[in-house]
C-alpha cells in the first residue's frame, strides 16, 4: 500500500504512533493529567519507547516530585525577591544564603533539562536524540534561566562587601522570570479535568492580585526609601522616622498603601508626596484599572457559567407556565408538564444529548449494550431471538424517564413507538363510555403498546404511570426495519405475539 | 421476571419507589417548593408511608413552621453575635438572657432532629429508622450544632462573676455555624419555580453584603477597643473618648468605616492607625475585592438574562429590515414580514418550540387534543369520520398566528398545507387579468386549501386574512398518511369534499 | 359553525377583534410606536370604532402632544422637587406659583384620564364604556395621582403664613409619583423598533443616575440644614458659614459630595461628620453599590451584544485558517473558503436564515417571486412554460454569491442542483489531459449545470466565477418533483433543452 | 437577456463589477487588509482600471505610507494640543513652529484627498471623476478638515504680538478633529482577520482611557491656572507658588489628579477647592463612570470569549463523566469516552462544522478530492474504477479520529458505514465462546466492514484500534446511491469484492 504517499497528503493532520499497545492505559493517564511536555488536549498516547540510560523520562514520578518542588521555591522566589529588592537594605546576608541555596536548585534543574526528552509539537513524538534536547533548550529559554540563577548578590560580596549596589540588587529581579513556570502550571491546570475549573481559575486571579499587591508595595518603599527627603514620601509624611521603624512596621504599612490603591479605595492617609510617587502611583493605577477589569470580567464569566443550568431550567419551566396559561391549559396537564421538565432536568445534564451525539457509532452501541441487554432479553416478546437482533435493537433504544400520573400511551393514537417498561409501574386503562377504567397493570420488563405496533391498529390502551418509571423507547420504523432484515427473528416474534393474544 | 437481576444493572440509573398512588398530588407540592430533605429539581414523588408514631414527619405543616421560625433566630443570631463579640464588653447581662433563650431553642432543634427520618441520597428513600437517623446526624453536622448551641457566656459567669474574657466571647461566635441553615434556604429558594429567580438572587447578596459589613464593622471596632493606645485607634483619632460614647453612636461610626471601604468610597477620614488595623483592612479590602467582582458578576448575568428576550426580538425585526432594504422588497412585503415577526414575539414565548420538543409525544397529544379536537370535528370536511381520525389529526397539527393582511396562501403555489381557520376572517381572492378579484370570504371554522392538498392541484386562490386570524396547519404528506391507514375515514372525507364542490 | 363554543376553547389565546379592514395600516403604526394603552409588542390592529363624542381617542396626535408636554413637566418636578424641599427654605414663594402652574396642568390631566379610553389586557378591546373607565382609574391609581397633584405648599400658606414646616414639604415629595410616567416610558420606548435600543437604554441609566445623584445632594444638604450644630455638619465643616452663602454654591457642593461617593471617588474634603450623615452615607453606598453593578451590568451587555456580529466573524475565519493549516490545504483553496466566509458575512445579516424560517410559507414566497420571477422568466429552458410552474420553482431557489475565482461546478461531480446565474461571469472550464482548457464563458441570466441535473449525467464542465457573482440554486430533487407534477411545462422544458443541444 | 431589467430587480443586491480577471488575487489582498476606502468585510474584488494620470490610487503603497505618517502626526497632535491649551501660556513659540509643520502636512493631505478616487457605498466603484471627488469632500468633512489645520496661534501672534488669548487657544482645540482618523483606523483594524481581535481591542480602550486622563487633567490645570485666588484651587491649596514651579512638576500633578479621580482611587490630597473645579469633576466623574463601565464591559466581552472553548470542552467532559456514573458504565467505556471528546477537542476547532456547512458544494466536493482521493484510489475495492466514481466517492466521505483501543465496529451490528483506515492501526476481533480473539489486523489503507455494507450483513468482526487512528467514513445509503448511478463501476467494486472473499 502505498503509505509513504499518504503520509506525504496528511504529515501534520494527525500524530503517528509507532508504540506498543501499552499505550492505551497510559494515554487515559496523560489525557487526565495533561502534561506541559504533552498538548493539553489529550491525544497523546505514548509510552516513551526505549529511553536511553542516562536520560529522565518526563513521565517518571520522581521527576513530578522534583518540579512540585521547583514550583514551592519560584513560589518563595516571588515573595523573597521584592522584599530583598525593596527592604533589605541594611540587613545581614542570612536571607542571602537561603537564596543561594534555591539558586543552587534551579541551577540544578538547569542540568536536568539537558536530560529530559521533550515532545516534538508536530509529531508529538518523543525526542530522545540528548543533541536535540540541547539544541532546544539552548535555542530557547536556556539564556533566561541561567540569568535568573546568577547569584548577582554573592558575587557582589566579592568584590565589594559593603556595597549596597541598586544596579546588583536589580539584577536579582530577574529572578522573576521563574514566574514562567508557575503561569504555565496553571495553563495546564485549566484544562486539567480533574480539577474545578472555577476553582483553578479564581486561584490564579488571587496569586496575580496578591503578587502585584506585593510588588507593588516594595517598589513603592524602595522609591520613598531612596528620596533625598524622607519626610517628602509618601511613608514619610506620616510616619518621619521610618528607616528606625521595624521591618514588619514599615512592610505592612506598604502592603497597606499597595491593597488600598488597588482596590480604589483610596483612604489618603497614604498618598504621594513628590513626583517620583505620581509617577510610579499613575503607573500601578492604570495598571489596576486592567486588572479590576479583568477581575471582574472573570467573575462575569463564572458566574454566569455556573448559573446556566439553573436559569435554563427555570426559563424552560416558565416557557411551559406561560404557554399553559396562555392556552389554558386544564391544571392537569401543566402539572404533568412542570413534572416532566422537572424530571428531565433532574436525570439529564445540560450537554447529555450533545455529547451521545459526538461519539462514534460503536461507542454508543457500546454504551447501549451495557445498559439495555439484559432487560431487553428478558421482555417475553423477545424469548428466543437471537443476541444479534437484539443488539440491534439496543442500539436504536433511549432511556426516558416519566414522572408519576403521567400518560405514556394514549388510546387512539397512532403506534409509532413501542415501550419497554425497565422500573416503575403503569396503569393500562381502557375509555369505557367517556369514563376511564384500569384494564390491568403492569410491572418492570413489560411492553407497551406491541401490539399497536407490531399490527398497525390504533392504540387500544392508555398508559399511565403511577410512580416513576424508567421506560426504553424504540421507533416503529426502526423495529420493522431490524425485524425485515432478521427474517428469523421476526417470525419469532410474531408467535411470541400470537401466543399472548391467545 | 428477573426484577432483581435487573436492579442490579440500575441501581443508580432510578430512584425506586414503592410507595402509593396518591404520591402524585404530593409529587407536584415537592416539585413546587423543593423542600431541603429533597433533590431540589424535582422527581421525589413520596408520601412517608408509615411513619412510626414518635417520628416527626419532615412534611409536617407544622415542621415547617417550626424551620422558618429557626431561620428568623437565626437571623438575629447572626446580629447579636458579632455585636456582642464586639461592642457589648461592660454591659450588663439582659442581652445574654435572650441569648440563652434562643440558644434554647437549637437545643430543642438537636433533640428534634433524632426524630425526623431523611431521605437517603441514593434511593429517595424516606429512612424510618431511629438508629439510622442518629448515626447519620451524629456522624454530620451533630458536633457543630452542638458547639454552636452551647452557652459559653453563661458558662463563664458561673465560672468567675465579672470576667469578660476574650476567649469566652470567641466561642460565642461558633454560632455562626448556624448561618448554614440560610445558605441551604437560599440555595433551595433559587430553585424553586414559584419565586423569581432574580429577587432571590438579589435577596441573597444583599443579605451576604450585609452581613459582611456588619462583621467587619464589629470586629474592627474590637481591633480598636483592645488597643492599648486609644489615640492610635480608627475611631480613637477622630473621637478621643470614644469608649464614654453611646453604643449608637459608635455602632453607626464602625458601619460607616466599614461601608465606606466595601464600596471603595474611602473618604479617609476613618482610617487604620496602627499595624494591626492595617492588617485587618488589607484582608477586609482583599474580601472587598472579590464580592465586588461577585455582586458585578451576579447583575451583569440577571441584567443579560433579563433583557435577552428583548433582544432577539429586535435581532429579528432589524434582521428583516437590513433583508427588505438590501433586495428592495415592495414596503407591502416588508410590513407584513414585520407585523409577522412582532405577532410571532408576542404570541409564543422564547423557548416554546423548545419546551414542547421535550415533552413526550403522549402529553403533546393530550395538549393537541385538549385545544384542537372541538375545532377539527367542526370542520365540514371532518363530518362524520371516527374521533380516532379526528384525534390523530390533532397531534400533528400545529397552531399559528397571522396578522391582518398577511397571505395565508399564494395562488399558484404547489399545495403543501391544509389550514384550518380557527378564528378571525380570511378573504380569498383570485387573480383575474392582473387584478385581485374577491371571490368569497372564509369564516370561523372553514378549512383554506382543502382542494389543492386533496387533489394535488395547485392552489386556486389566494387567500389573505383581514383580521388578525389563528390557524391550524397539518402537512399535506402528513394528512395523506393519516387517511391512508383510515381508510373508511378516508371515503367519507371524500364524499365530504364532493358534495362541497357541486 | 359553532363559534361560541371555540370562543369557549381559546378565550386567552388569541385577541378577538370585530373592527372593520383599515385596521391593517393602523397595525403597522400601531406596532411600530407600540403605545402604553397597547401591548408591547405589536399585535394589536385596531380601530376606535365609534367613539362616543366626548371621549378622547388615546391614538389622536394631539392627544400625544399632551401626553409629550406631561413628560415635561414631569422632568421638571423631578428636579425642582428635591430642591425645593432641601434648598428653598428661606425663599420667596416665586417658585411655588410656578409649582401650582404644574399642579394644574396635571389635575387636568386627572380629569382627562376619566374621558380617555382604554383597552382591555385580556381581550385588546378599547373600552368605551365612562363607567368602566371611571371604575378602572379610581381603583388604580386615582388615589396616588390626587396625593401627588393637591398643592400643599399653598394650602400650608392658607392656615399659616410663615411656618416652613417640614411636614408640608415632605407632602410635595410625593410629586414624584409622577415618575412612574417616564419609566413607561422607557419600558414603551426600548421595544419600540424606529429607536435604537442601546441609545435608548443608555438615556435611561444615565437619567436615573442623574436622579440618584440630585435626590442624594439634596438630602444630604437637608440633613445638614437642619442640624443643631453647623460646624459639626459635613458642608458646615469646610463652610463654617454656609447657610450664608449662595443657592449656587451650595447646590453644587452638595451634587460635588455625591457624584464623588456615587462614583466612589471618596476624596474624604466632604465627609459625614455626625450620626445621621453617617447613616444617610450608609443608604447612599449601599444604593450605589447595587447601582454601580446595575450600570457595568448593562454596559457589558450591550457591549457583548454590538460586538457579537464582529466576533462571530472572526471565530469563522480564524476556524477556517486553522482547518486549512492542519490539513495542509493548498493556499488557493484556502483563499477560496476565507474570500467565500467573508463575502457571505457581507452580503447576509447574522441572523438572515432563521429570519427567513419563521416567515410563513406563504410570506416566503412572495419575497421569492417579488425577486426571482423576472429572472427565471429569461432563462432559454424555461422559455413557453406556465407562470404556475415557474412561482413553484422560484418559491425553492435559494440566491447564493460567489467569490471571484471560485468554483460553482466541479467537473465530474454527481449533478445535485441547477443554478442560474443572476449577474457576474463565469468561465466554462474543461480539464483536457490534466490542464484546464476554456470552453466557454457563461453571461448574465444563464443556466449552468442544467445538462448534468436533467439527463442525470456527471457534470460534464467546471464553473468557475470570473467576477463576483449572485447565483439561484434549486436542488435536483425539488426541480424533478415540480417538473412531475407539471408534465406539460416538463415537455417544454425536454424540447428547449433538446434546441440548445443539437 | 434583458440584464436592464434585472439589474432594475437588484440594483443595490450585490456590487457590479465590469473589471479583467486579475481582479481575483486584488480581492484577497483586499480582504486581508480592508482598506478605509472599502467596506470592512470583503467582497470588493477591485482593480482601479484606469486612473487618470494626475489621479493617486487608494492602494497604491506610497499612499498607505502617508496615511500612516499622518497617524503619527494625529497621535502626536492629539498629545500636544490640550497641553498647550493648558500648560505652555508664557513659553516661548518654539513648540508652535512644530505645530505649524503639522498644519502644513494635514494641508497637504486636504490638497490630495481631491485627488484620490473614493468608492461608491452603493454600487462599490472607485469613482475617477475628479468633479465628484470634489463634491463628496467638500459636501462632507471639508470645512471642518480645513478648521482644524487653520494655524490659529500663528495667525493671533501676527495681531497682536504678546497677547495670550484663551479664544485663540480654544480655535486649536478644534485640531482634535483630526482623531477621527485614530478612530476610523481602530474600526478598519478590528475588522482586519490579520490581527489578534483582543489586541485591538485592547489598544484602542488604552488609548481612549490615556487621552481621556491627559485631557481632564489638563482642562483642570487650565482651570486652576486662571482661577483668581490661586491659594483656592485643588494645585494651590497644596502647592502655594505652582506656578513657578517647572513644567513637569505640574504636569505630573496634574496627571496624577486625573487618574486617582478616573480609577476612582480618590485619596483626597488634591481635590476641588471652588465651585469651577467642583463642576468640571461632577462632570469627569460622570464620563468615568461610563468609561469605567465600558472598560469592564469590553474586559468581561473578552474573556467569556477567549474561555468559551476550554468551558465547552470542560462541559462535555463533565457531563460524559456524570453519565458514566449515573449509569454505572464501566470503566472501560468511560475512559473511551472521556479519550474520544479530548481527541475531538484537539483535532477540531470549535466551529469547524458550521464552517464546512457555510461553504459552497463545490468547495466542499474540491476540499474532499485534495484530501482523500488518493487515499480512495488506493483502496483495492476500487482499484480500476473510473475517477469520476472515486471522486462522487470522497465528495460524502467524512474523515474521523479514533483514539487509541476504541471500537470502531461491533460485531453483529447492522452494517451502516464503510470505513477506510487512513493511518494508524486496527486488531480484527471474533468474539468465540465468550472471548475475544484477533482474527487480522488492518493497516494504513485497508478497508474495514466492507463485507457488512456490500453484502448487507450483520458485522462479522469487531475492529478495534490499537493507536491513534483517522478513518474515512460513508454512510451505506450514499455508497450504495453511488453505486446505482454508475453501475460499470458497481460490477468493478463486485469482483474486487469477490477476489478477496475467494
Wanted: proline share 4%.
Amino acid at each position: 500500500m502505498a503509505r509513504s504517499s499518504r503520509m506525504k497528503l496528511w504529515p501534520h493532520c494527525f500524530p503517528c504512533f509507532d508504540d506498543d499497545d501499552r499505550s492505551g492505559n497510559r494515554f487515559t493517564a496523560a489525557c487526565n493529567f495533561s502534561d506541559d511536555l504533552l498538548p493539553s488536549l489529550g491525544a497523546t498516547a505514548q509510552q516513551p519507547p526505549k529511553l536511553r540510560k542516562y536520560l529522565v523520562s518526563p513521565y517518571d514520578p520522581r521527576y513530578k516530585v522534583w518540579e512540585t518542588f521547583l514550583i514551592i521555591l519560584v513560589v518563595y522566589s516571588a515573595w523573597i525577591c521584592p522584599l530583598e529588592f525593596a527592604f533589605l537594605r541594611y540587613l545581614p546576608s542570612a536571607p542571602f544564603v537561603m537564596d543561594d541555596v534555591v539558586n543552587g536548585f534551579f541551577a540544578v534543574d538547569i542540568m536536568l533539562t539537558f536530560f529530559v526528552p521533550f515532545v516534538d509539537k508536530k509529531s508529538y513524538h518523543l525526542v530522545n536524540d540528548p543533541k536535540k534536547i540541547a539544541i532546544r533548550y539552548l535555542s530557547s529559554w536556556f539564556l533566561f534561566d541561567v540569568c535568573s540563577t546568577v547569584p548577582f548578590h554573592s558575587i557582589s560580596l566579592l568584590f565589594n562587601k559593603h556595597e549596597h549596589d541598586l544596579g546588583f540588587k536589580f539584577l536579582n529581579v530577574l529572578r522573576l522570570w521563574r514566574l514562567r513556570r508557575v503561569s504555565s502550571l496553571f495553563a495546564r491546570l485549566e484544562k486539567d479535568i480533574r480539577f474545578n475549573y472555577a476553582v483553578i481559575r479564581c486561584t490564579k486571579l488571587i496569586s496575580v492580585t496578591l503578587f502585584a499587591i506585593h510588588c507593588a508595595g516594595c517598589i513603592n518603599y524602595l522609591i520613598a526609601d531612596r528620596y533625598p527627603d524622607p519626610r517628602r514620601t509618601w511613608i514619610g509624611a506620616v510616619m518621619p522616622n521610618f528607616r528606625e521603624d521595624g521591618l514588619w512596621i514599615r512592610y505592612v504599612t506598604a502592603m497597606y498603601w499597595s491593597i488600598t490603591t488597588l482596590t480604589t479605595t483610596g483612604y489618603g492617609d497614604l498618598h504621594a508626596e513628590n513626583a517620583r510617587e505620581m509617577l510610579f502611583g499613575i503607573c500601578y493605577m492604570l495598571f489596576n484599572l486592567w486588572l479590576t477589569s479583568y477581575l471582574i470580567g472573570n467573575m462575569t464569566n463564572l458566574v454566569v457559567h455556573s448559573t446556566s443550568r439553573t436559569r435554563d431550567f427555570r426559563d424552560m419551566v416558565q416557557s411551559a407556565s406561560e404557554f399553559a396559561a396562555r392556552n389554558q391549559l386544564p391544571q392537569q396537564i401543566e402539572e404533568q408538564m412542570l413534572n416532566h421538565i422537572c424530571l428531565r432536568y433532574k436525570t439529564e445534564g445540560l450537554k447529555q444529548q450533545e455529547m451521545l451525539d459526538i461519539l462514534p457509532r460503536a461507542m454508543r452501541a457500546s454504551i447501549s449494550h451495557c445498559l439495555f441487554f439484559r432487560v431487553v432479553q428478558g421482555a417475553y416478546l423477545f424469548k428466543g431471538v437471537s443476541s444479534r437482533f437484539i443488539q440491534q435493537l439496543v442500539t436504536e433504544m433511549q432511556a426516558e424517564y416519566f414522572s408519576p400520573r403521567e400518560n405514556i400511551i394514549l388510546q387512539n393514537d397512532s403506534p409509532s413507538d413501542l415501550y419497554l417498561l425497565v422500573s416503575g409501574a403503569v396503569d393500562i386503562l381502557v375509555l369505557l363510555d367517556g369514563a376511564e377504567q384500569v384494564y390491568g397493570r403492569s410491572a418492570d420488563g413489560e411492553l407497551l403498546g406491541e401490539i399497536g405496533v407490531l399490527c398497525n391498529k390504533p392504540q387500544p390502551f392508555t398508559c399511565r404511570t403511577t410512580k416513576l418509571s424508567q421506560i426504553l423507547r424504540i421507533s416503529r420504523s426502526k423495529l420493522l426495519g431490524i425485524i425485515q432484515e432478521n427474517r428469523e427473528d421476526g417470525n419469532i416474534i410474531r408467535s411470541n405475539l400470537q401466543q399472548v393474544d391467545i
